[in-house]
């Protein structure tokens, strides 16, 4: 199922007229989604603590680079050659552990259909490099699962910020509580909304 549905649409539009007032002003969001593995997975450690466009920048060069964008391509990378396109050190060693991980057979991002939430957030953050926000943002555009609020993403906790007069991070994680289980499409219709107010159009 599509995180931005009728369902959701209607939970959390009358859970909060803000809901339906960003609907109404700007429109149903896109029902944003990734492709799973361990290209997406990659991405988005690359996005971490960065803007979006530098993120990708370094992801095209490394696409580049390469014959194919799999782990075994990767691990056999140097972090010399993943500087040269603008990978840094960390992160190097981050992409690298990730392949190693996978071909060793230590790791899988093949999972159950009937996937926990929580389980496969503690799964992903086994591994080196991969923190809750990377975790989180996998789960919610890879795997489409519908209850996930990237807790710690600047954009989401500035809107709400903006919009509920939360303080703090902290804040806005306990008033994403209320919106629950459709937490994803309430993200989607925040990034929306941040996102349309300044002529963008993805968040990812």
Request: neutral net charge; hydrophobic residues 40%.
């Amino acid at each position: 199922m599509k995180i931005i549905n009728d369902s959701a649409l209607t939970f959390l539009c009358s859970a909060d007229p803000i809901f339906a007032d960003i609907i109404k002003t700007y429109g149903t969001p896109p029902s944003w989604s990734r492709p799973q593995g361990f290209e997406t997975l990659c991405k988005i450690i690359l996005e971490q603590q960065v803007s979006l466009e530098s993120g990708k920048a370094a992801f095209d060069k490394l696409s580049n680079d390469i014959q194919e964008f799999s782990p075994e391509f990767i691990a056999k990378m140097s972090t010399e050659e993943m500087r040269k396109c603008t990978v840094s050190r960390q992160k190097s060693g981050y992409l690298i552990g990730l392949a190693n991980a996978i071909l060793e057979q230590k790791f899988s991002l093949n999972f159950s259909d009937q996937i926990d939430a929580d389980h496969c957030k503690n799964y992903l953050m086994s591994i080196k490099g991969i923190g809750p926000w990377t975790a989180e943002v996998y789960l919610l555009f890879a795997m489409q699962l519908p209850d996930i609020y990237p807790n710690g993403d600047i954009a989401l906790i500035n809107t709400i910020k903006e919009l509920w007069q939360a303080k703090n991070a902290a804040e806005a994680l306990i008033k994403s509580a209320e919106w629950s289980p459709h937490r994803s499409a309430a993200s989607f219709i925040l990034w929306h909304y941040y996102l349309s107010k300044r002529g963008r159009t993805s968040p990812m």
